[in-house]
Nanobody
């Protein structure tokens, strides 16, 4: 059974930090590209960050560059998103995703076959 399970969401004040984690099972996810997306109320799901299977390749949305860092631990099949200097506009449900390939369209939801259920991040002003 394929599972992607996010954790680490919560309520934080603006300027604060949170660390999200996504544990994966049911596939050889240590060889898969992984990514984070988010969806705010009334908005479309948007790309946040992506990382190649070996961690060498990373990409970020312009809105989070310099504040968020994506990393992975292949021994534990987990990927993390360290979020610093959080802003109220970062409030959203955050989803982790995975796919066999690190597509040139890494920023598109359609590039990923596997998804978690999401974890809520709320940043108060």
């Amino acid at each position: 059974q394929v599972q992607l399970v996010e954790s680490g969401g919560g309520l934080v004040q603006a300027g604060g930090s949170l660390r999200l984690s996504c544990a994966a099972s049911g596939r050889p996810f240590s060889t898969y590209a992984r990514a984070w997306f988010r969806q705010a109320p009334g908005k479309e799901r948007e790309f946040v960050a992506a990382i190649s299977w070996n961690g060498i390749g990373t990409n970020y949305a312009d809105s989070v560059k310099g504040r968020f860092t994506v990393s992975r631990d292949n021994a534990r099949n987990t990927v993390s998103l360290q979020m610093n200097s959080l802003k109220p506009e970062d409030t959203a449900v955050y989803y982790c995703a995975a796919d066999q390939h690190y597509s040139r369209n890494y920023y598109a939801s359609s590039a990923y076959d596997y998804w978690g259920q999401g974890t809520q991040v709320t940043v108060s002003s």
